[in-house]
């Protein structure tokens, strides 16, 4: 079982468009593929139409039994979803309150990987949607991840939140004394404009060892995936990027993530 964290501290970056589109290439693929929404926020519950106000059972759950001294259960908690082979452990409005509540007791930190040790017969993926600001959920998924995802949107500021990134998972990486593997993922890329160029350039400059091999451009077909709550592999008729992700998901099965950079015009 493979487990990818989906981290960024800067939101808006691409994160959630990440997590469900490789979800949904790989359940093509047919393998088995759980999602973990670890955003109060709740936003890759609520692309796959879970509200996180009123749903019934959610990822705080597990927290809430091993703080009661309970094992991790999460049969109650992972729903089925409309697409085959996709799985979710939706967030709730309650995720938010956790820090506050749990974040000094013992033992929080690896809730989630303990939940994921119960399971590895049966997915082949999981993929871990993080919440921008580093917490006990970034413990989390960090501690349980066997890589880490970094969207980066090929803009300035994007870059400086992606640096703040990369200095927290050095702390946690400390912390776990665990060396966590990163892929950095370039996102909403425009050939056109002289700040992505600039941008992508300096990625390429800065961290060419880390780099993915795909870029992932602009594309509005992504919107109306959202609109429609789908993946985009499961709307109609390829696109720039859908071929763009296709690519990546596929990279991770290489040897090395630091080949020569594909653009998708």
Partial sequence: ??????ANQKGGVGKTTTAINMAGILAQDGKKVLLIDLDPHGSLSCYLNIDPEIVEHSVYELFQQIADGQRARSDRIIQET???NISIMPSSTAVATLEKQLGTKNGMGLVIK???NTMRQKFDNVIIDCP????LLMVNALAACSRVIIPVQTEHLAIKGMDRMLRSLQMIQQSLKK????????TMYDQRTLACRSSLERLQTDHS???????????TRLRDASYYGKPLSYMKGESKGLIAYKRFVHSL????N????????
């Fill in 1 to 6: 079982m493979r487990i990818w964290a989906v």
């Fill in 258 to 265: 630091s080949l020569e950079t594909k653009e998708v015009a």
């Fill in 209 to 219: 060892s880390k780099m993915t091999t795909t870029i992932i451009p602009i594309d």
């Fill in 82 to 84: 409309e697409f085959e």
């Fill in 253 to 256: 099965d290489e040897p090395s």
């Fill in 179 to 186: 060396d966590i593997d990163y892929t950095i993922l370039p």
């Fill in 132 to 135: 921008p600001m580093l917490g």
């Fill in 114 to 116: 303990q939940a994921l």
